[in-house]
């Protein structure tokens, strides 16, 4: 165990077992106990672990050079993964700027929208709306740009004036509007939000188009995306979607913003876009926005390791082989299958309050009383605790505790793309297990 490692933090606090290796959807601890990775880490690995065409792609890349400078050279990975990544993405995203991880995609993001507004003479314009709740990463911006309290007390107060509105959680509504009408009423808090703060202000609308971790794989009515796009179009601001955890196929199409045809202005991509086979990200944007910044000098921003030629070697890789084993197909298949698997359990366990989720981003939530959403009494920490008996069984899978308005646990069921039926029953099997174990415990 790590107590007493220099290398700190989460490992000191919460001890666990040295990985020892990967293969596939599986890993393995240093003892030779083997997990399923059901939650792809942090929603990371969509390709599985150690796929031996990735590795040896970046092998032969490894024996070139693992490095230049993009001011002192260019290099083919970066231009092929650029090519590759607009040619998988909806017309009219035809841009790419490399990071190295997903807050910086979205700060990238963010400076992009605002330079573009000063090179377009709207100055004016720096006020960037979110949602509440959502995660949007842990730099000083993106942790600003976060509406997830418990992360952004202890460095309060932050940034000024970057207003929020509630994200639609309409799983919780108890009214009697229909879905439609209920995705309209959530969409027309971003028109309230703009004029409030006024509208020459507003640069951009940030959203993760489902949520990850922030609110366990919230997907919002049909009619919120196109009245949110609607409303961006009509006032002049930028439609941001962080994309970091739902995009390079996780939803079941390499952005989820294909599922509602929305074309956004800028879009951030990590996580899966690197898989895990390297700290990788990018932003992806229209030339609309691109070429005016282009023209007043350039976009002012750029990090050491971007586009490393390592990185973008493997991010190719991944990309090729989502395209070749037919991945983000198979997401959508097996995220059905899943969900539907997930859903059966409701029955059998009156505290599974609500299944939810998109192609392979799927969640669960467990509550007190399914009738009124009433959440499990905090003591229990049912988010750690299950996550505990499952890790004990060897599955591995990711929880939070909403907190804010309202509290819930959610629990993220994301395996890897590269999931079969077959192992789908054996995540079910060790899923069951670990909520009979569970349940028995707080019959307690
Ligand atoms: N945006 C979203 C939607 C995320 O889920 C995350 C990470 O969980 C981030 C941004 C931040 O990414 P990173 O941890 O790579 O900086």
């Not at 792609?57 to 607009?86: C, I, N, W």
């Amino acid at each position: 165990m790590t107590g007493d490692s220099p290398y700190l933090f989460y490992q000191s606090r919460n001890p666990r077992p040295y990985l020892d290796r990967g293969e596939g959807i599986y890993l393995y601890d240093e003892s030779g106990k083997r997990y399923i990775d059901g939650s792809s880490g942090a929603m990371v690995s969509n390709i599985g672990h150690s796929n031996p065409r990735v590795l040896a792609k970046m092998k032969a890349q490894m024996d070139k050079a693992t490095f230049g400078y993009r001011l002192h050279f260019r290099t083919h990975p970066s231009e092929d993964l650029a090519a590759k990544t607009v040619s998988m993405c909806p017309q009219g995203l035809d841009r790419v700027f490399f990071v190295s991880g997903g807050s910086e995609a979205v700060e990238s993001a963010v400076k992009l929208a605002r330079q573009y507004a000063v090179a377009t003479g709207q100055g004016t314009r720096y006020r960037v709306i979110s949602r509440f709740p959502s995660y949007h990463g842990c730099t000083f911006g993106a942790l600003d740009l976060t509406g997830y309290e418990p992360l952004r007390a202890p460095f309060a107060p932050m940034m000024e004036g970057m207003p929020k509105i509630t994200a639609p959680t309409t799983y919780l509504d108890r009214d009697t509007l229909t879905e439609e009408e209920r995705g309209f009423r959530y969409a027309e808090l971003l028109r309230e939000q703009i004029e409030e703060a006024g509208p020459e202000t507003v640069l951009a609308f940030l959203m993760e188009p489902v949520g990850g971790a922030s609110t366990g794989a919230l997907v919002a009515p049909d009619s919120y995306y196109q009245r949110t796009r609607e409303i961006c179009e009509e006032y002049g601001v930028l439609l941001i979607y962080d994309e970091v955890m739902t995009g390079a196929g996780r939803t079941g199409k390499f952005l989820a913003a294909e599922h509602w045809g929305i074309t956004p202005d800028i879009v951030a991509l990590s996580k899966g876009f690197g898989a895990g086979y390297a700290p990788l990200g990018a932003i992806v944007a229209s030339s609309r926005i691109v070429e005016p910044v282009l023209d007043a000098g350039g976009f002012q921003h750029g990090f050491t390791y971007a586009g490393n030629p390592l990185a973008c070697s493997a991010g190719l890789a991944v990309l090729e082989e989502l395209e070749e084993q037919n991945l983000i197909e198979n997401a959508a298949r097996m995220g059905d299958v899943l969900k539907a698997r997930l859903e059966g359990l409701m029955s059998r366990y009156q505290f599974i309050g609500d299944v939810r989720g998109k192609g392979l981003l799927l969640a669960f939530e467990l509550v007190a009383d399914r009738s009124t959403m009433e959440p499990l009494p905090r003591e229990l920490n049912a988010y750690t605790r299950l996550v505990e008996i499952a890790y004990e069984q060897g599955l591995i899978i990711y929880s939070r505790r909403t907190r804010g308005g309202y509290e819930g646990d959610h629990f993220l069921i994301c395996p890897p793309l590269i999931v079969t039926k077959a192992q789908i029953e054996e995540i079910m099997n060790l899923l069951e297990a670990s909520l009979s174990r569970f349940a028995d415990e707080i019959a307690n």
